[in-house]
């Protein structure tokens, strides 16, 4: 059995360039896609993981959504996303109208499949998908295993035992029972612009952070052996900023 090498990030943000928008922040979503698709063909990844709010608003433009889609495209890479707060899985969401659910290699978990299932790799990818604002678990009760390997996404603010009460006012709120209970071999997270290792030490459980802010990626190694994540710096290919 070879191992499987996987590319997590999140939160990108990808938008617009709107009239009172700083430069740096209209180009920071785009940029950091590219950056995290050229990072990942570097690296030699199976399956590149985007786990909530790859794009910033429901009122992202069809030119900017198109770019993303063509950067997705072009890197020839199976890629999974998760919808998260901002980019919730609406009936006419932004996946849709990038014409995301078109491209073979694509999974958008809550829109176009429950699960992302890759026979070759024996790997299978769940995630609780955003609907909207309203209250969610970002975890819940995982499939059954059905697979050598199973990653787990999910949105969230995660919050120990210790801080679980004072810390109610938190929205999508994760606690390390949920963590425990997921029964991942990894769980990739999204919600928190920093990279770090979160929940009990028994679980592999990350936040990627913003490649804007984190300037790097989660590089997870599932082998025989064990399971290995290191932070890999963000790098682009020779013409690939856009």
């Known amino acids: 059995m070879r191992a499987v090498r996987l590319v997590h990030s999140s939160d990108l943000h990808v938008e617009d360039a709107g009239p009172h928008a700083p430069p740096r922040q209209a180009a920071a979503g785009i940029a950091g896609l590219a950056a995290v698709l050229d990072t990942a063909r570097a690296v030699q990844a199976d399956v590149v993981l985007l786990a909530g709010d790859t794009f ?4 992202v433009g069809d030119a900017m959504l198109s770019r993303a889609t063509a950067l997705i495209a072009a890197a020839s890479l199976p890629v999974v996303l998760l919808p998260g707060n901002h980019d919730a899985a609406l009936p006419d969401c932004l996946f849709r109208r990038a014409g995301l659910l078109g491209l073979p290699q694509v999974t ?3 829109v176009n499949a429950g699960t992302a299932l890759f026979d070759d790799l024996d790997l299978e990818i769940w995630g609780r998908a955003h609907h909207g604002a309203d209250a969610l678990d970002p975890l819940g009760p995982p499939p059954p295993r059905r697979t050598r390997w199973q990653v787990a996404m999910a949105h969230g603010h995660y919050v120990p035992a210790e801080e ?4 109610s006012h938190r929205a999508w709120r994760i606690a390390d029972e949920a963590l425990r209970a997921a029964r991942a071999d990894y769980v990739a997270l999204g919600h928190w ?3 770090v290792r979160v929940g009990p030490p028994e ?10 802010l984190a300037g790097t990626v989660q590089l997870v190694t599932l082998a025989p052996e064990g399971v290995a994540v290191r932070r890999e710096r963000l790098r682009i290919a020779e013409g690939g900023c856009p």
Do not use: I
């Open 193 to 195: 612009d920093r990279a």
């Open 56 to 59: 910033d608003h429901a009122r």
């Open 203 to 212: 679980v592999e459980a990350h936040y990627s952070g913003s490649p804007d």
């Open 164 to 167: 679980w009460r004072w810390q």
């Open 108 to 110: 958008v978990l809550g």
